[in-house]
């Protein structure tokens, strides 16, 4: 990466790399205001980020499983724990040298991929299903991959292939949260409401402490400006991932409730949602908790089920993705559609019953 002055007094940063299709260099760049270690970190992500979009998008028909899995764990990166990661890494690396690198993503679909898995372990055949289940969300391919009812290890529960959920089973998910009273248990349910009203990611709302929170006499703000990330606090995923959202009351309420289940129990923290040690809460003691309770374990549907919500509300696409902070998501532009055609078709049989006489 290298640095260039713009005549505004403000700084390029930039970088080169190989353009898949042509073999050609090519080059991104990101202006900042300052050159600091900070926006220096920042510049790096971004530049990443901008490559790997440049990459994929530079001759989609050629994508191999390669690419796939790259782009996978480049994302599996922001939301898993370094050693689930390494795991991941190791599981992906297995998956390719078993299935073949150099397969064309363009060229499977969910019954050829079928039946390239029925040669994998049981193991192999959940992971490779993990990945192309993130590659349909992602918009990589256009299909799910079909269950195989031979192996126990795929079986998933139908909640887990949601896009987003239903107020209802929001509401079942916090009933079966709150019906044990342990404190992670009574954590996790405010945690849920708290994600499904904000749309954070859960990395974002590990770290909030009460200097995030701004106070109104109905409802009030956050400043998200940190995440917890690879255990340890950093700056936030992206520019646009800095950013100031509103809250109704009932997000203040639950604010309010966590900070009294935290002197009931005796912990002492800064935290707005801490361990039981007072200390930031991982991801991976939650995810327990779901699968002790048997429910969901992917938290990051109750920020898809956030965007659901105000598509339903008739707040514009791009009104949603910078409350998201992200410039532009293929899962978030797929749920908006999919929920503002569904309250299109519930209109439309209204009114096929509308009578005037």
Known sequence: MWIENTSTGKFKFCERYKDSLTGKLKKVSVTFEKNNKQTKLLAIKELEKKILEAQSKSDYSKMTLHGLIELYLEDCKNWQKRSTYNKRKIDMVRIERKLGSDILISNLDARTLKDKMKKLSDIDQKFTKILFNWSYQEGYTDFIPLKNKTAKSLKKSENEEKLYFEQEEIEEIINVLNSKNTYINLLAALIVEFLTLTGLRIGELLVLTENDIQYFDIGGE???????????????????????IGVNKRTIDIIKESKNLQRTFGIKSDLLFPSTCGKICSHHSLLSVFKRNKLPTKIHIYRHTHASILAEMGIPLDEIQRRLGHESSDITKRIYIHTTENMRLKESEKFRELEIL
Do not use: E
């Open 222 to 244: 956050i400043s998200i400006n940190k995440r917890y990330y690879r255990g340890d606090i950093d700056i936030p995923k992206s520019k646009t991932s800095t950013r100031v």
